[in-house]
């Protein structure tokens, strides 16, 4: 039987026992409770991912009749900020959706809160399935730094920041998709000049970091991305690449390429807007594609950020097993279940850019433009990651300073103060810790 319910989970921290004491009534943390599964994940029903993750559960049940899996449909921005409290309580689930990265996974499994998935990755041949690059995000060392150590979650599908554009917007005003930062200017410059705000943003989430983001890899190297990223090396916030970012981002606010009011808008205002037809563009992940196909009646299409071989993205979020989970070998089957080719194969046909699939199986054209801008950007070895990775608390950062940015409070040069700061400590905590 598959259980599905809405819960908050800031609700779920403070009323911990009651809210999940529904999802399994198995004795202490990391015993085997073989009756239950309860899996936790933020995807819409409708989503490339949403769709797969109910295959995958579908299979489950037949394969499982005597288990029942419970579903807790969590936001992003509820596992974000209250992981670190849930899981330290014994009633968490065994399964759950997480954002990978030294901020996210990294911390929780320096912290013991995730099992570790090794053995498991080898026995099961998730190594094999996953490509190097894929599983930079899946290994993690002791202080919870991403590329190295053991495995701690498993990726499924692939994820990149792109633009989609509105094709009848464009066709009014005699626009071409731009191919380079210039001409991507120009274009907003005209909607700009007929009164047309060209960007769909969003200030109070993700979505300014993630173009701010790809303003900085427009004028950076790879070498620049493993200092930020990875740590090899020191990046320097007041260099060319942010210096330069920082200032166009800036420029594009005072030009009125981006919404006054945004500063307050979430991600999900942002694509309704966009989806709507209010604004002619958004710069945005692949994890939106599902839905505009779903919803948005004009004609639309889709082009990688223009000005650069580098890409926010990566692999896609991550599967993990919560230390004090009660059913960890129902969780690995789970996991496995989601890189099987028939929920693979769905990722593909949705455009949820799967990472084991068939790319034969996909015949409609959005779906092959998508997987096609994603394979450009790895043919080039072009994924970045995303900018709050490097640091636990960057998320939080990095949209304040934005938001600064956004209500003309702070100069480009105090911006990039506050992100240097916040990085730098951050960076001194991990490493010394």
Same mark, same amino acid.
Request: with cysteine; aromatic share 10%.
């Given at each position: ?234 990046? =320097? ?59 948005? =009646? ?136």
């Amino acid at each position: 039987m598959l259980r599905s319910r809405k819960i908050s989970l800031v609700a779920a921290v403070a009323a911990l026992p009651l809210a999940l004491g529904a999802c399994g009534d198995a004795g202490g943390a990391g015993g085997s409770d073989d009756q239950t599964l309860t899996i936790w994940h933020y995807e819409n029903d409708d989503s490339a991912m949403g769709q797969a993750w109910a295959k995958a559960i579908e299979i489950f049940e037949e394969e499982n009749p005597d288990v029942e899996v419970v579903v807790e449909k969590q936001t992003f921005e509820q596992i974000q900020k209250n992981a670190k409290i849930v899981l330290t309580g014994d009633d968490v689930p065994d399964v759950m959706e997480y954002n990978k990265g030294n901020a996210t996974a990294g911390q929780l499994a320096a912290q013991g809160l995730l099992t570790p998935l090794t053995d498991a990755a080898s026995e099961r041949g998730w190594d094999e399935k996953l490509s190097g690059s894929l599983q930079t995000t899946a290994t993690y060392d002791e202080q919870g730094l991403m590329g190295s150590g053991d495995w701690y979650g498993v990726p499924n599908y692939g994820e990149f920041v792109q633009v989609y554009y509105n094709k009848d917007m464009f066709a009014e005003h005699g626009l071409e998709v731009p191919t380079t930062l210039d001409e991507l200017e120009t274009v907003m410059q005209t909607f700009a000049d007929h009164g047309v705000t060209p960007l769909a943003e969003a200030g109070a989430e993700y979505p300014m970091g993630q173009l701010w983001y790809e303003l900085v890899l427009a004028n950076a190297d790879r070498d620049f991305v493993d200092q930020y990223q990875l740590f090899d090396g020191d990046p =320097d916030f007041h260099g060319p690449e942010m210096t330069q970012a920082t200032e166009t981002l800036d420029e594009w606010i005072k030009a009125g390429y981006v919404a006054s009011d945004s500063a307050a808008l979430t991600a999900e205002d942002m694509g309704v807007s966009f989806i709507n037809g209010t604004y002619p563009m958004m710069v945005s992940g692949s994890w939106w594609f599902g839905r505009i196909v779903e919803e948005m =009646d004009a004609d639309w299409g889709q082009f990688n950020f223009p000005g650069s071989t580098l890409q926010v993205g990566s692999s896609g979020n991550l599967w993990v097993v919560p230390t004090n989970a009660d059913s960890p070998d129902l969780a690995e089957e789970f996991i496995d279940i989601t890189l099987r080719p028939e929920v693979q194969d769905i990722l593909a046909e949705k455009g949820g850019l799967p990472v084991a699939g068939d790319a034969s199986v996909i015949t409609d054209e959005r779906t092959q433009q998508l997987t096609e801008n994603f394979q450009a950007i790895l043919d080039d070895d072009g994924l970045a990651f995303y900018p709050d990775w490097p640091v636990p608390g960057y998320y939080d950062v990095i949209v304040s300073e934005l938001q600064s940015l956004i209500n003309q409070s702070k100069s480009p040069t105090e911006v990039l103060d506050g992100l240097e700061s916040a990085y730098v400590d951050g960076k001194a905590d991990l490493l010394d810790s």
